[in-house]
């Protein structure tokens, strides 16, 4: 866990100058707090999933988050919005200027994030992630977050497919400190030398 986050921190961070210069052409973004319900409806976005109450962990999921365009858990029950304010990923520096942004660009579809359609949801968000966007590597940060919550269980010290939605949903057991009893290549393992010492 602790090399996914410390990749996605770098990554957000890499941001920040970015999240920086829109501070700097609209100082009255940085005093905008965090809207966890729609930094929620963005990671639904990303990652979609069924409707839900709570996430893996137990933390409320606000009810105009999820779309619920699909049948299976997404990163929003994968505890994205715990991750996405983890002091290791840094990702709350970035929130006013990646929110400020997304409302921007979500007006334009009709209406504040969290009140669109899935579809218009999905127009927004790739709306800035077009190239022409100068803030685009905000939102790539941004996706980053639900993506390392999902696939890598970045919240659980001991991710597994019980406790992990998005192993779960990946067909991935997860962690075993003492290795899978049951698990066999069912074939004996190269014990042969390589003439430099690794595979060509």
Wanted: aromatic fraction near 8%; charged fraction near 20%.
């Amino acid at each position: 866990m602790g090399h996914e986050l410390s990749r996605l921190g770098a990554f957000v961070a890499s941001a920040i100058p970015v999240a920086e210069a829109i501070y700097r052409a609209d100082p009255a973004i940085a005093a905008v707090p965090p809207n966890d319900a729609t930094l929620q409806a963005f990671a639904d976005t990303i990652i979609p999933g069924r409707k839900a109450t709570h996430t893996d962990l137990g933390d409320e999921i606000d009810p105009q988050a999820i779309a619920g365009v699909d049948s299976l858990p997404g990163a929003v029950e994968a505890d994205t919005l715990r991750l996405y304010h983890d002091p290791l990923v840094g990702f709350d520096a970035l929130a006013p200027a990646f929110l400020a942004d997304l409302t921007t660009r979500a007006l334009k579809q009709g209406g504040p994030f969290l009140t669109l359609s899935f579809d218009k949801r999905v127009a927004t968000v790739l709306s800035g992630f077009d190239p022409s966007n100068p803030a685009a590597v905000v939102w790539e940060a941004a996706a980053a977050v639900p993506f390392t919550a999902f696939c890598a269980a970045a919240e659980h010290p001991v991710g597994t497919s019980a406790n992990a939605s998005g192993y779960r949903v990946m067909g991935y057991p997860g962690a075993a400190p003492d290795g899978y009893r049951g698990f066999s290549y069912r074939r004996k393992l190269s014990v042969e030398r390589t003439r430099k010492g690794y595979l060509p």
